[in-house]
């Protein structure tokens, strides 16, 4: 997935549409935003970023699960087996991006799979079709023809936490260094429109 920021005007239909598509409950989230204030007033700016699982090519959480709940399908989608997953939270302490969450509801961990219900269905993610600017933008990056690979040809794009070498599949254009830092202090935490704010 690509995540354009310069068309990204933080309106929260991406999270909404993920609590709706994949009945997350309304204590936690699979997809949230960050938002970082940099300055002081009056020359205060704001910066944002839609977060949600990478689905990373080397998922840490599915090589730390006891139980082999959490695994990757053939296309790379990281998927967490609800009736193997025994909710000792493992993965949640393994992941570097704070993106898993425990469903209070089935005491199960579940994340972000890029909708896998509806790729199958040829479908895109719930948040990539709601998205009013078409700041987000899913397919294969294997194809060198898709709109994806297009985009990342033709722009510089960043991942989170690149150190921890999981090679991250969420992609990021002109991502401010403020909202990409690993700085993750909860400054206010709001659970229904599920985003956090930081000040640095
Ligand atoms: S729906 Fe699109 S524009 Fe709105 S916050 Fe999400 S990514 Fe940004
Ligand atoms: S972002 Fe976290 S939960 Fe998602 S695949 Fe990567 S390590 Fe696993």
């Known amino acids: 997935m690509v995540i354009d920021i310069r068309r990204c005007i933080a309106c929260h ?6 609590k ?9 989230n699979a997809t949230w935003m960050k938002i970082v204030e940099k300055g002081a007033f009056p020359d205060v700016r704001r910066f944002w970023l839609p ?10 959480c599915a090589r730390n699960c006891p ?3 959490t695994y990757k399908r053939e296309d790379g989608i990281v998927m967490v087996d609800q009736h193997r997953c025994i909710g000792c939270k493992y993965c949640i302490a393994s992941c570097p991006y704070d993106v898993r969450y425990i469903n209070p509801l089935k005491n199960i961990v579940q994340k972000c799979y890029f909708c896998s219900h509806r ?3 040829g479908l895109l993610p719930a948040c ?4 009013p600017t078409r700041a987000m933008v899913f397919g294969d990056t294997n194809d060198s023809k898709s709109e ?3 985009l990342l040809a033709s722009n510089a794009t960043v991942v989170l936490k ?5 090679d991250p599949q969420v992609f990021y254009i002109s991502a401010d260094e403020a909202a990409m830092s690993s700085i993750e202090e909860r400054i206010n935490y709001y659970t229904e429109t599920a985003f956090i704010k930081l000040r640095i």
């Open 51 to 60: 977060r949600l699982c990478n689905n990373c090519t080397d998922a840490i």
């Open 162 to 166: 690149k150190e921890m070498q999981t």
């Open 20 to 28: 709706a598509e994949m009945a997350v409950p309304l204590e936690v």
């Open 119 to 121: 790729v199958d269905a």
């Open 148 to 150: 994806i690979s297009q």
């Open 13 to 18: 239909a991406c999270t909404v549409a993920c």
């Open 67 to 69: 139980t082999k709940a």
């Open 128 to 131: 990539v079709e709601t998205c």
